[in-house]
């Protein structure tokens, strides 16, 4: 740990002990950001999980319903049935912010999937399957901005976190430091002036 190169004065010790003081604080600061920062990621995760939990089902739903559909009608047959319309839904990012974070929640209209025009080659499997698949996408875009989300915290999360660090592990202990030696300066220096003081008065 090195001392910083200060005269030691009284004015420059004052100095010190207020920056120290602001040092603290914003140690403490970042310390209870750190905190909320963890709080809103563990919360974030669990969100996440239940969704993934959610699309793990549905994709499970969906891969039998196209095992089925497949074991009807052949792929080369299953190829031939009319693809599904565009997906009739309001998707939309609602932002959100968390000691400066930005987070995005997505929000959709949950509209119910169209079905493609009638054909003569339809069947229920192909529809099933086709319904299947659609629930899919809303939930993958809910996953898509959970994932940008715990990226940005887990970001900001490691900025705070190397900030206290450096506050707690080194500009802290060296301004200490600094200030202990400015002290036993200033008291060698008044110890000095009695001593002289002394000399004077003999």
């Known amino acids: 740990m090195t001392e910083r190169a200060i005269v030691p004065t009284h004015s420059a010790f004052l100095e010190l002990k207020e920056e120290r003081s602001g040092m603290r604080e914003g140690y403490r600061f970042l310390d209870e950001k750190r905190l909320i920062l963890a709080a809103e990621i563990l919360a974030e995760l669990g969100r996440y999980e239940h969704e993934l939990a959610a699309f793990r089902a549905d994709y499970r739903e969906a891969a039998d319903a196209l095992q089925g559909a497949v074991a009807r009608h052949g792929l080369e047959g299953l190829a031939i049935h009319p693809p599904a319309p565009p997906l009739d839904t309001d998707c939309r990012l609602t932002p959100r912010r968390v000691l400066g974070v930005t987070l995005h929640d997505l929000v959709d209209s949950d509209r119910q999937p169209q079905s493609p025009p009638p054909s003569v080659a339809d069947s229920p499997d ?57 002290e036993s300066a200033l008291e060698e220096l008044e110890r000095e002036e009695v001593v002289r003081a002394r000399q004077v008065r003999v």
Not at 144 to 161: C, E, F, K, P, S
């Open 126 to 182: 192909a529809d099933r399957c086709r319904r299947a698949f659609q629930v899919l996408i809303p939930r993958i875009a809910r996953l898509a901005a959970m994932v940008g989300n715990l990226q940005r915290l887990r970001a900001d999360y490691a900025r705070t976190a190397r900030r206290a660090r450096a506050l707690e592990d080194v500009l802290l202990p060296e301004i200490d430091d600094t200030l202990r030696a400015v």
